[in-house]
């Protein structure tokens, strides 16, 4: 691609149980982190949809995709383009099914991580638009295994960071052709697999510190998985 635009494909907010990050916040920091916009991607969530659609229009230089990131029994699935949440913990292939009906896109969230992700075999077989090969959060050999199997499935590699705080925004990113202008044109060219992921993976302290940080959020839910 000659021209791109950057989009953080993965974050969370205020709006999602392990998050404290204002949309506002996003907003004000993405031409600092060199973005042009951002999906937001709430755990099982698209209470923020609301306000996302409000800061789009009163931010008209940024594209903000609505999406949300379903738990499915099988491990996670980031959705775009949804105004509902699809059914949560059910199988993976009917969650698809449940998207595919509605016209929306299905991208797997961190397949080969060891939490949440939906496993080498799904990500090898299950009927997706794309898999998320550059996650901010995972280590680099994660990413590096999803990306294989995306580039042998001839699917699209997305990238985003998974930012929970304001420190992770735009760790990780997706460069799409500059014409992307709009949501219906983003999901149309994550269709046709005109996308490449770009960003870092998490290493050592970091990844040791996200850890500490994931265990003692679940301890205060109660032990409860996302």
């Not at 691609?1 to 916040?25: C, I, K, N, Q, W």
């Not at 209470?47 to 029994?73: F, I, K, Q, W």
Request: one cysteine or more; glycine letters at 12%; hydrophobic letters at 45%.
């Amino acid at each position: 691609m000659t021209g791109f635009v950057r989009l953080d494909l993965h974050v969370h907010s205020l709006y999602s149980p392990d998050s404290s990050l204002a949309l506002e916040t996003v907003v004000d920091r993405l031409g600092v982190a060199g973005l042009k916009g951002f999906a937001l991607t709430d755990h099982n969530s698209v209470a923020g949809h609301s306000a996302l659609a409000d800061l789009a229009r009163r931010n008209p230089m940024y594209l903000m995709v609505p999406g949300v990131e379903v738990s499915t029994r099988e491990g996670h699935l980031l959705v775009y383009g949804v105004s509902e949440v699809p059914p949560v913990r059910r199988p993976l292939s009917e969650t698809l099914d449940w998207v595919h009906a509605r016209g929306a896109v299905a991208v797997l969230a961190h397949p080969l991580r060891l939490a949440h992700g939906v496993g080498r075999r799904a990500a090898e077989t299950a009927p997706v638009v794309g898999i998320e090969t550059l996650n901010g959060h995972n280590s680099e050999i994660a990413n590096a295994r999803a990306g294989v199997i995306a580039a042998g499935r001839r699917i699209a590699g997305t990238g985003g960071s998974d930012a929970h705080d304001l420190h992770g925004l735009g760790r990780a990113f997706t460069e799409l052709p500059d014409e992307v202008d709009g949501v219906d044109a983003f999901l149309a060219s994550l269709r046709r697999g005109r996308c490449e992921a770009r960003g870092v993976s998490l290493h050592g302290l970091a990844r040791v510190s996200l850890g500490l940080r994931t265990g003692l959020l679940r301890v205060a839910r109660g032990l409860r998985p996302i």
